[in-house]
Nanobody, 128 residues
Framework: VQLQASGGGLVQAGGSLRLSCAASGRAFSSYAMGWFRQAPGKEREFVAAISWSGGSTSYADSVKGRFTISSDNAKNTVYLQMNSLKPEDMAVYYC??????????????????????WGQGTQVTVSS
């Protein structure tokens, strides 16, 4: 599967952005999807994930209540709605896909190592 992330940009603190990740290839509805981010000089960190069924989500504590992950199987796309953005949210955001037929339908993994496919990243810049 190939992933194409988009929607990044420059926003003032307190503003919003919506990232999109379009998938092509094998049946999108079979994949659990995740968003990760990497700031300069830091390791890649988990942001949000959604189970392959779409029925379960998980979030990093730092974004809970501000970010929302969702998926649209008809469009083969996963979204990350980011509200109340802070300067510390500034990073390159990556979407990722995991094909794990054995996973429960409500499992949304936060582990970097669980994801098989990665998009190219989209830059989010938050000005204070």
């Amino acid at each position: 599967v190939q992933l194409q992330a988009s929607g990044g940009g420059l926003v003032q603190a307190g503003g919003s952005l919506r990232l999109s990740c379009a998938a092509s290839g094998r049946a999108f509805s079979s994949y659990a999807m995740g968003w990760f981010r990497q700031a300069p000089g830091k390791e890649r960190e988990f942001v949000a994930a959604i189970s392959w069924s779409g029925g379960s989500t998980s979030y990093a504590d730092s974004v809970k209540g501000r970010f929302t992950i969702s998926s649209d199987n008809a469009k083969n796309t996963v979204y990350l709605q980011m509200n109340s953005l802070k300067p510390e949210d500034m990073a390159v955001y990556y979407c990722a896909a995991a094909f794990r037929p054995g996973w429960p339908s409500n499992y949304a993994s936060a582990a970097n190592r669980d994801y098989d496919y990665w998009g190219q990243g989209t830059q989010v810049t938050v000005s204070s």
